[in-house]
T-cell receptor
Framework: GAVVSQHPSWVICKSGTSVKIECRSL??????MFWYRQFPKQSLMLMAT?????????EQGVEKDKFLINHASLTLSTLTVTSAHPEDSSFYIC???????????FGNGTRLTVT | AQKITQTQPGMFVQEKEAVTLDCTYDTSDQSYGLFWYKQPSSGEMIFLIY??????QNATEGRYSLNFQKARKSANLVISASQLGDSAMYFCAMRDRGNTGKLIFGQGTTLQVKP
């Protein structure tokens, strides 16, 4: 089946630093990738939609300058949390699909803790 | 606007019994797609089953089946012969009508299987 790899699985960083999370589709070309954020026991909140070779589309209320998304190739998208603060601590999970009608396949997520 | 509602925050089921997880949706579109995902405590999102709005038969995948009642706008997930490994959070999702095809998730239902 389709495999999406997300790295790192967890990261602890100090307040004010930046963290980069990678999302790779290993066995298919992902024209579109999505980045979600999830708080404990809650649903997934879409942060942005990432299309290869173009700027990401951010959901309302998501700061594009804080959450930088780059979809450099058909198999790689990155999310950079810039100047992280403790309130950015959360579970971030990416997903990818190869066509509009195909299911989303998710990475294993990244647990970010900002101290 | 499209909306997904899961009204059961938590459910218990005895091992080997069947369980139904409720999902209702709201959309004015004629063509849409509905998905169910499983999220174990480890965090990964596992795709379970898909139902298209024009599919005449209810979708089935192994022990998972989707009870699709279009007139009632419900897409309940039925898990037969529950296993301890089925304990997880379950999310119902709908594909958004926009050209990105992003998924809109319900609030989720936590299922616990008792031995």
């Amino acid at each position: 089946g389709a495999v999406v790899s997300q790295h790192p699985s967890w990261v602890i960083c100090k307040s004010g630093t930046s963290v980069k999370i990678e999302c790779r589709s290993l066995d298919f070309q992902a024209t579109t990738m999505f980045w979600y954020r999830q708080f404990p026991k809650q649903s997934l909140m879409l942060m942005a939609t990432s299309n290869e070779g173009s700027k990401a589309t951010y959901e309302q209320g998501v700061e594009k300058d804080k959450f930088l998304i780059n979809h450099a190739s058909l198999t790689l998208s990155t999310l950079t949390v810039t100047s992280a603060h403790p309130e950015d601590s959360s579970f971030y999970i990416c997903s990818a699909r190869w066509s509009y009608n195909s299911p989303l396949h998710f990475g294993n997520g990244t647990r970010l803790t900002v101290t | 606007a499209q909306k997904i509602t899961q009204t059961q925050p938590g459910m218990f089921v005895q091992e080997k019994e069947a369980v139904t997880l409720d999902c209702t949706y709201d959309t004015s579109d004629q063509s849409y797609g509905l998905f169910w995902y499983k999220q174990p405590s480890s965090g990964e999102m596992i795709f379970l089953i898909y139902q298209g709005s024009y599919d005449e038969q209810n979708a089935t995948e192994g022990r998972y089946s989707l009870n699709f009642q279009k007139a009632r706008k419900s897409a309940n997930l039925v898990i037969s012969a529950s296993q301890l490994g089925d304990s997880a959070m379950y999310f119902c999702a709908m594909r958004d009508r926009g050209n990105t095809g992003k998924l809109i998730f319900g609030q989720g239902t936590t299922l616990q299987v008792k031995p």
